[in-house]
């Protein structure tokens, strides 16, 4: 049997955990600049004239009329938050797949057990204890029905955020109860389709012929119909797949007209998302580099552009990949244009292990790597970003997201613990 | 976002086996008698999941010997017991409890107080 445990409203969640006045009361977060809601709890979406992805200029009289708590994204935090709901999870069994920062599958198979209720409610009172933030959990053979099992474990209330399906009625139930699009994988089209001929509940689906689905949904939508008839096609995946391109492409705080300052924010990017490949134990072949204006400006004049610049060879330096990326963001800049916007992206990622080397190049092990090591075994010991390019310069408060409502850090930073007193 | 974690870990220290000597003359006597240092996060913070720290903001709390600018270590998956120094949420503000028997007033309970740390610089 495998368990899906899934945070209930996790960003607002999070927030909660800190602020025991918000308890019941509606919160919403806002996106990297605050530029709208992405995320709102069961409160704040009972509060049916507040429109989601919004920008929040347009709504923020709205919130405040109705006491909406909104905060700036704090990632830090839900990170860290999401850590220890995965670790105490890692404590009921030793297989567990994060699938998101809010959602895993756990596996209940290796474990001798004959009570999955007790189990699944053990798993939420326990997560809910520890941390704070509060889980539902879907119990089922396979991955697909136990994703449809939490999603009605929250519909409805009765259920009290845990279902189970261990028996052949439990199973049929579940599947009656819900509709094809809320099964995982079905996308909207396919709904639609399945709909016009005339299948309207899960149940509907799985009990069509498994020919009629190979012909109509491919291999794929077999799969699912399997699984939604507790045969398991999908394994837990217990180690995270490498990326096969990583990127960034975040707003400025400000528009900016100064080529120096979008090239401090582009250098910054690359050191990011450098760090991030390196974790990974890949190379990149390819940088490319994004600029635009902002689209939904009216006044301001509009251009936008990018460039990929091919590599000698694949690399994960942070200072060969920063010297290409500004020899790529020259080429683009153009002067006269408030910019909103620059994106860093490595393609044609390869393992370390499996690079092929040019003809006419040393190998890719060079000194930088040396230099590179010794830079991230420094910040990993002070702090991001304390050894830099020097291209990333230090004027990022002329450039940086606005986080104005953000919380504090209160799990990773000393000096913005969670406070009590007065 | 960027989880530098495991660069952080320095695990040499904190090695339990014996260590060949490093003497290039006499080989140390002490040699099979090596210890890892004490590790403050590992005697004060049992379950590093459900553990936070709480920095304390005024005297409020003097009856318990907790004062302004000390450091709560809070874990919540602790069950409170009798005698247990808890933080509970009372009116949507947080204060410190000392589970008692005649506990009248039904507590909403954040978690149970570990450690206090005090600084005396």
């Given amino acids: 049997m495998i368990a899906l445990v899934d945070c209930n409203s996790f960003y607002a969640s999070c927030e ?32 049916t004239d507040i429109p989601m992805f919004q920008p929040i200029f347009k709504i923020r009289k709205l919130l405040d009329a109705n006491n909406v708590t909104y905060f700036s994204s704090n990632y830090t935090l839900y990170s860290d938050m999401s850590r220890r709901v995965m670790d105490t999870l890692m404590t009921f069994s030793p297989r567990v797949e994060e699938y998101s920062i809010d959602e895993s599958w756990v596996d209940l198979a290796c474990l001798k057990i004959d009570n999955y209720n007790t189990i699944a409610h053990t798993i939420k009172n326990t997560v809910h204890k520890n941390t704070g933030i509060s889980v539902g959990v879907g119990v089922a053979k396979t991955k697909s029905l136990s994703k449809l099992a939490n999603k009605y474990a929250k519909k409805i209330p009765k259920n009290n955020n845990v279902y189970v399906v261990d028996s052949e009625q439990k199973r049929q139930h579940l599947l009656l109860q819900l509709q094809v699009k809320d099964i995982w994988g079905i996308g909207k089209k396919h709904a639609i389709r399945l709909q016009n001929n005339g299948i309207h509940t899960a149940l509907d689906f799985a009990n069509m012929p498994v020919a009629w689905v190979r012909k109509e949904m491919t291999v794929i939508g077999e799969r699912l119909w399997r699984e939604l008839n507790n045969i398991p096609c999908l394994n837990l995946e217990t180690e995270p797949n490498a990326k096969k391109g990583i990127g960034t492409a975040k707003s400025f705080g400000f528009k900016l007209t100064d080529y120096s300052l979008i090239e401090e924010a582009c250098s910054y990017y690359v050191a990011e998302v450098a760090d991030l490949l390196r974790q990974q134990q890949s190379l990149a072949s390819q940088i490319e580099i994004s600029l635009q204006t902002n689209q939904h400006s009216a006044v301001d004049r509009q251009y936008r552009n990018s460039i990929g610049i091919q590599l000698d060879t694949p690399t994960d330096s942070t200072v060969k990949l920063t010297k290409e990326a500004l020899k790529g963001l020259r080429q683009i800049f153009r002067p006269g244009y408030r910019y909103k916007k620059v994106g860093v992206n490595l393609t044609q990622l390869v393992h370390q292990k499996e690079v092929q080397t040019n003809l006419f190049h040393n190998p890719h092990k060079s000194e930088s790597s040396t230099i590179t090591n010794v830079i991230d075994t420094l910040n990993g010991k002070f702090g991001k970003n304390k050894i830099k390019v020097a291209s990333v310069g230090n004027r990022s408060k002329e450039w940086a997201l606005i986080k104005e409502h953000r919380s504090p850090r209160y799990t990773t930073q000393w000096g913005e613990l969670m406070t009590i007193g007065k | 976002m960027i989880d530098l974690d495991n660069r952080l870990i320095k695990k040499s220290e904190n090695n339990h086996r014996v260590k060949s000597p490093t003497q290039t003359g006499f080989s140390s006597p002490a040699t099979h008698y090596s210890e890892p240092r004490i590790d403050l996060n590992e005697v004060l913070v049992t379950n590093s999941s459900s553990t936070f720290f709480i920095r304390v903001a005024d005297d409020e709390f003097k009856e318990h010997n907790v004062l302004t600018n000390d450091v709560l270590i809070v874990d919540k998956s602790l069950a409170p017991k009798l005698n247990l120094l808890v933080l509970a949420t009372v009116d949507d503000s947080f204060k410190i409890v000392r589970i008692d028997q005649n506990a009248t007033e039904v507590l909403n309970i954040w978690g149970v107080i570990t450690f206090v740390i005090k600084s005396v610089l």
């Fill in chain 1, 16 to 47: 909660q955990v800190f602020r025991p006045d918000l308890i019941n009361r509606p919160v919403v977060v806002l996106s990297n600049n605050d530029g709208c809601i992405i995320a709102a709890n069961k409160e704040a979406k009972a509060l």
